[in-house]
Nanobody, 124 residues
Framework: QVQLVESGGGLVQAGGSLRLSCAASGRTFSNYAMGWFRQAPGKEREFVAAISRSGGSTIYGDSVKGRSTISRDNAKNTVYLQMNSLKPEDTAVYYC?????????????????WGQGTQVAVSS
């Protein structure tokens, strides 16, 4: 089992920035590719970003591309999501997920473990 705990969410004004963190425990962190998803009320869970096991490869969803950066620190068992130029439409619960896949995964079904989520609210 892998346990994931997100932090760093909150209320921010449009144009502001947030850095989300996800701390992992339970298994060897570097054996898992990691991803961030988000879900707004009444909407499906949406892919935000993902990073490979080593951190050498990343991919972003169209809605955050150019405004967000995913990174990981395998020594600290933590993955991060830096979000800049936030917009009201970025408001959602953000989830961290882990997959044992050798390739970067962009759909929720490919992920084995999920955190409880952290709320991000962006005011206009």
């Amino acid at each position: 089992q892998v346990q994931l705990v997100e932090s760093g969410g909150g209320l921010v004004q449009a144009g502001g920035s947030l850095r989300l963190s996800c701390a992992a425990s339970g298994r060897t962190f570097s054996n898992y590719a990691m991803g961030w998803f988000r879900q707004a009320p009444g909407k499906e869970r949406e892919f935000v970003a993902a990073i490979s096991r080593s951190g050498g490869s990343t991919i972003y969803g169209d809605s955050v591309k150019g405004r967000s950066t995913i990174s990981r620190d395998n020594a600290k068992n933590t993955v991060y999501l830096q979000m800049n130029s936030l917009k009201p439409e970025d408001t959602a619960v953000y989830y961290c997920a882990a997959t044992a896949s050798w390739v970067i995964a962009t759909t929720p079904i490919q992920y084995n473990y999920w955190g409880q989520g952290t709320q991000v609210a962006v005011s206009s």
